[in-house]
Structures are given as C-alpha cells and as structure tokens.
C-alpha cells in the first residue's frame, strides 16, 4: 500500500491520462473495496469498469474495460478510481479489514453448511444466474466425458443467433455477445486443467472457426471479440503444449491456419510460438509445408510472410533473400529490403550490389523508390566513393526536378566539392523546362524554389518574372528583397492584398493586415508614407463593417 500515491498513479498512467483523469474523478460511482483490490464504475462516453490491484506482484497495477485500458495501458479511468480513493485514505485501511473480515467469515459459514444446504444454495444461484449455470454446465459436461455434449454448447455460446437482429449483431450488443463467447473459451481451459488437454485442442480448433464465422455478423468496433480470439489462441497453445499432438498434424494445421485455409481473420495464431511442441520434426515439416506453399502461390502474401518469418527464425538470410527476390517490385522497394537484410547479415558487398541492381533495374527513375536512392548514397559515402553519390543524386534529380532532389544533389555535391559545376547544369536542366508543362509539373516554380534556397534572391526574381511563380513564392521573394528593391516588392504585396479585401474572416484578415505591414514598411523605404497613410485611409473606408478586420488594423497602428 505504500505505493499507492497521486507519484505512482502518475508514473503509471503518464501526465497526459493522469491530467485527463482529474476531470473524471466525478464521473466514479459504485466504489468496492477488496482485501487487495479497489473497483467501481467510470462514466465517460461509455461506462467502464475499472479496477486497482493494490498489492500485485510488481505493486500497484490496474486494469479497465475501454479501448485504450484492453491495450495493458495505465487509463484516465483508473487514475480517477485512484484519486477518488486517494481523497479518503483514512477509510480504505478500515474497508480491507471488512472486506477481509467479511470473506473470512463468508468462507467459515460455507464450511459449516451440510452438503444438502450447499446444493440447494447453487441450485438457487444457478436459476439467478444464467452465466454460472452454463460454466458448470460445461463442467460437468467434461468431467462425465461429453465431448459431443461440451461440442454443442460451445457452438451454442458462439451463435449469434440470440443477440441478433435481422442476422446482424450491432454494436450495443457486441460487448455481451462476447462475453458469452469468452465462456466457451474458459470451457476449453477447463478441459486441459481436467486433463482432457487433447479434446481442448479438437474444440479449440473448432471455436476458431465458428469464431471467424461469427465476426462477419458482429459489430467488432471495440475489438471484443478480437480479445475473445486472442484467448482463444492462447487456449489452443495451452492445450497442444498439455497434449503433445502428433507434430506432423500439428504442423498441418499451423500452416493451413496461417495461410488463411481455415476462413480464420480473427485469431493471431503464429506457429513460431509452438517450437516447444512442435519440436525438430515439427518444424522441419512446417518448413517444407511452408515453403512448398510459397512455391506453389510466389506472390502470396501470406504465403511469402510464413516463409520469411521461419527463415528468419532459423537464421537462413538465404531463404529470406530467395522470398523476396522472387517477386521483384519495379521501384526498387524488394531489392532494398534484401540490401537490408544483408547488410544486418554483415554481407555488405552483396547489399550494395542489390542496392546498385535496384536502381539499375528501376523501369523509370522518377518512380524509384526514394529509400532506394538514400540508402546508396549513404553506402557510398560510407566507402568515400562520393563521385558516385553525386553521379545518382544527380541522375534522380534529372528525373524528377524537385525541389528535395535539387537539395540532395546540392548536399552530395559539396560533400564531394564539386557544387559549383552541379548547380550550373541542375539549373540548366530547369531553366530549360520552366514555363513547360511536363509530367504534371511546371519548371518555372521549381527553378525559383531552388533558387531561394540558395539564397539567391536576384535569380529568383528574374526567373519568377521569367516563367511563372506562385503567390506564395511571389510573397517569399517580396519579403527577402524588400531591403533592396522595396518598390517591386511593394507591387507584389499590393497584388496580393486586392483579393483579400473582397474576402471575410479572421484567417484572411491575419493575411491581410500581415501584408498592410509589409506595405508600410516598403513605402518607409521609399520615403512615402503619405502614399500608405492615403492607401490605409481608402481601405478602412471601404472596409469599415468588418469590425475584426478594423480592431486588428487599430492594434497595429494601420
């Protein structure tokens, strides 16, 4: 209990939720306090269940029903239960002493009661209480034998039939569909603790799927029912590990799971989590069942994913390569993933020439995948070969001239020492294109945009006179010259202020009260402030019933 402070509940949950849980503390009702647990009710959007465990194994934890709670996290439910609790700590010592006390002597009063008594009183709950009467139902089923009768009931809680309407389950009733559902998971717990761990691995197998049926039909918007199959998966390998299946079967099962022959979305089996059970033989029968899969379908994904997670898990680079390189993408994209893996295999010779083949074999330069072309050029600095890094960043921008490639080739080139003749030719390549329309793109904003940043103003200015510019690089250029040539950038904000003046709201307003100030400025420099005060004058005048537009104008002393 030490450990339960606002210090902990906020290392737990993160400033973020531990701020958002003070506004919730209100919103907690019908606080329960255990020997070693604290739960209530959280009303938000919905109403979660929250609850603290106060002397766990790693100290205070908690769990609750939200979305953001089923990920294992730490929510602003909990921190509101904890500082709801927290506000009267004096009672809480006082309220596990009575949980105690009370379970003490509810398990004393059991022990005194007669076999008789103690039936009568679950054949009185088990007509209150349909959940508990179906659990012992399955027991009871299981421990005489009843595998068909144990298989009926399970189909009977994964029907959607009684929470359905017109064949669809909708998401009111989705959280109750599965908690139905989760019964027949605990079910097939049950079984494997009973030792009847192989009829659990037959049931399992059959509730995936049923469960993967069901799903079609459910509103799943909450992930439910995805917790419902995680359970259900953990139950299967449970069971196989208290089984030992035959490994062959076992293995058969596994890929034609993983390969999605069982009509299975919901239930994340991986076959890597049964290397214990499957053991040598297993595995190397899922191998080749894998692999001869991959052979069959290359362009599978599935089938390519099984086959490179056991390659990878047995160490076979190989095998990996031989997956990927069987269905090369045109931009590039596969041969640097296999660069990747080679070069996490210390294989650096054969990464880059991968890497290389990439690009050589790219149909279209434009397209190549920019990774690609980053990652050799990184290897290429690495073996100081920087000609050849500039030789490529100079081929990508020649192909798609923009303004990120026109940078990549600047930083390649002066890490070579070679910027100047670059620039010249990238600049050529522009300015041979500027005004032209070629694959989407016009030249001329490219070349101003390139020109900018190189900071240089005065050939920006002519290329945008020269071919074209946007606005936006218009205001650009009129704000870096306007110390130098305060009259042409005085026509450019002048253009661009007339259309905002035909325009309402506080956003164009900003705009344009941001360009008045450029204007006074411009007209200080050219000695004219009369000019501006007779030009703000005509404009408050005809723009007098936009009160926001004049309250900004009067705070800058337009």
């Not at 034998?145 to 399970?154: F, M, P, Q, T």
């Not at 990747?340 to 290389?356: I, K, P």
């Not at 690495?382 to 490529?392: E, G, I, K």
């Not at 050939?459 to 205001?475: N, V």
Request: charged residues 30%; aromatic residues 6%.
């Amino acid at each position: 209990m030490r450990g339960f402070t606002e210090a902990k509940l906020k290392t737990l949950a993160g400033v973020r939720s531990f701020e958002r849980g003070r506004g919730y503390v209100d919103a907690v009702s019908g606080v329960e306090v255990g020997d070693g647990w604290i739960s209530a009710s959280v009303h938000g959007t919905e109403r979660y269940e929250a609850e603290l465990t106060l002397d766990g194994p790693g100290g205070l934890s908690g769990e609750c029903d939200c979305p953001y709670g089923l990920e294992g996290n730490f929510c602003k439910h909990l921190v509101a239960l904890g500082l709801t609790v927290l506000a009267r700590p004096e009672s809480l010592p006082r309220q596990r002493k009575a949980a105690r006390d009370r379970a003490q002597g509810l398990d004393g009063w059991l022990s005194a009661r007669s076999k008789d008594e103690l039936l009568a009183l679950v054949r009185e709950l088990l007509g209150a209480d349909r959940q508990l009467r179906r659990r012992l139902e399955l027991r009871a089923a299981g421990a005489r034998g009843d595998l068909a009768a144990i298989r009926a009931r399970i189909r009977e809680l994964l029907d959607i039939g009684p929470f359905a309407r017109y064949g669809y389950v909708e998401y009111a009733d989705a959280r109750a569909y599965a908690d139905q559902a989760g019964q027949a998971v605990s079910a097939i717990g049950a079984l494997t603790g009973s030792g009847r761990a192989a009829d659990a691995v037959v049931l399992a197998a059959d509730a995936m799927k049923l469960l993967a049926q069901a799903v079609e039909s459910v509103d799943d918007s909450d992930g439910w029912l995805g917790l419902v199959g995680t359970a259900l998966a953990d139950a299967h390998l449970d069971a196989c590990r208290a089984a030992r299946p035959d490994p062959r079967e076992l293995a058969r099962w596994l890929v034609g799971h993983a390969l999605g022959e069982l009509d299975d979305g919901l239930t994340d089996v991986d076959p890597l989590d049964y290397e214990d059970v499957l053991g040598e033989e297993g595995m190397a029968v899922l191998r080749k069942l894998a692999v001869e899969a991959w052979q069959g379908n290359r362009r599978g994904w599935a089938e390519k994913y099984l086959v490179e997670r056991l390659a990878k898990a047995g160490g076979d680079v190989d095998a990996v390569i031989a997956v990927h390189a069987a269905d090369l993408s045109p931009d590039g994209h596969t041969h640097l993933v296999i660069a990747r893996e080679l070069d996490t295999a210390r294989r650096s010779d054969e990464a880059l020439s991968w890497a290389e083949r990439g690009v050589r074999e790219a149909r279209d330069l434009a397209a190549v995948d920019t990774a690609l072309v980053d990652h050799l050029c990184d290897r290429y600095a690495q073996a100081d070969r920087l000609a050849d890094a500039v030789a490529l960043r100079r081929d990508h921008f020649g192909a798609r001239r923009t303004l990120l490639t026109y940078q990549q080739l600047r930083a390649a080139a002066r890490a070579a020492d070679r910027w100047p003749a670059e620039r010249e030719g990238a600049l050529a390549l522009l300015r041979a294109a500027a005004g032209q329309r070629q694959q989407g793109w016009y030249g001329g904003p490219v070349l101003v945009d390139a020109l900018l940043d190189d900071k240089d103003v005065d050939a920006a200015w002519q290329a945008a006179t020269e071919a074209g510019a946007h606005d936006r690089q218009w205001l650009t250029l009129a704000d870096q010259a306007r110390a130098t040539r305060p009259a042409d950038a005085l026509g450019v904000y002048l253009r661009l202020a007339e259309p905002l003046t035909k325009q309402t709201g506080n956003t164009v307003y900003e705009q344009l009260v941001s360009l008045l100030l450029s204007i006074r400025d411009c007209h200080r420099r050219l000695e004219s402030p009369e000019e501006f005060t007779e030009y703000a004058t005509a404009l408050r005048t005809a723009q007098k019933r936009k009160r926001n537009l004049m309250r900004l104008m009067d705070e800058h002393r337009l």
